[in-house]
């Protein structure tokens, strides 16, 4: 079991980019599409052609929060598939026996979008990138939790994921998440929320984890209020509890 407070938490997917029009989603079987998220306003324009559907979003809400909570010490990104679309098209340029962009090439490792929000924001902090399947999410709580559990006092979490190639959704399981989002917590030591995990004996293949991504599913819990949810992993159920003393 791990526990922290949130004092911040925002999410942007497809048509919900903004509190208004999640809380109207709620009543929705499945609102998300494959729509285009709008760039975010704060990026440059330059950077936002650079970066791909889902580090526009992340990196856009790590602007966001660096700049509302100038306190945050440590940055912590989680991403099941991070740069697919820009590793995809390389792969493609290379079967055609084209050059490969230096630049694509840059940018095509898993950290590239918390390097270009710390480059972005002229703050040096600690960071890390974490991927860890459909538990990237709840992976990173941990280790958010883990360095609160240390010197730093307000870690900030981005989960996000770019939509993926049509290429590889063949070889997916039915139901996978395949468009963009992006969710940004600020995390603080506390009690207020605690998670602890009910392992299963084998593990389950994606397949039976149901959809959205773990961080939407636990955005959409939030907004609502919800005191006491579970999430399934890939090995096991994710436990969430609030406190009544919650903001």
């Not at 509302?68 to 099941?80: C, N």
């Not at 493609?92 to 095509?108: C, G, I």
Request: glycine share 4%; proline share 8%; hydrophobic share 40%.
């Amino acid at each position: 079991m791990f526990s922290f407070d949130i004092k911040e938490a925002r999410a942007l997917a497809p048509q919900l980019n903004d509190r208004a029009q999640w809380q109207q989603a709620l009543a929705l079987p499945d609102p998300l599409d494959f729509t285009p998220l709008p760039k975010p306003a704060n990026l440059p324009p330059l950077l936002a052609r650079r970066l791909a559907s889902g580090d526009r979003p992340a990196v856009g809400l790590g602007l966001e929060f660096l700049t509302a909570y100038p306190e945050t010490d440590a940055i912590v990104f989680a991403s099941r598939h991070s740069e697919l679309e820009r590793n995809h098209a390389l792969l493609q340029a290379l079967a055609r026996h084209e050059e490969v962009s230096p630049n694509a090439f840059a940018l095509s490792v898993h950290n590239a979008a918390v390097a270009n929000l710390t480059i972005q924001s002229g703050k040096p902090l600690f960071s890390t990138s974490i991927s860890a399947g459909v538990d990237s999410f709840h992976a990173a709580l941990q280790e958010a939790c883990a360095l609160l559990s240390t010197d730093y006092k307000c870690v900030l979490l981005v989960d996000f994921d770019g939509q993926v190639p049509e290429f590889y959704r063949e070889f997916m399981p039915d139901g996978t998440p395949c468009y963009p989002y992006a969710a940004a917590l600020l995390l603080q030591r506390g009690t207020t929320f605690e998670v602890d995990c009910t392992q299963v004996g084998n593990a389950r293949n994606d397949q039976e984890v149901p959809q959205p991504p773990q961080a939407l599913q636990f955005y959409l819990n939030y907004l609502k209020g919800a005191r006491s949810f579970d999430i399934q992993g890939a090995q096991g159920t994710w436990h969430w509890h609030q406190k009544d003393s919650a903001a």
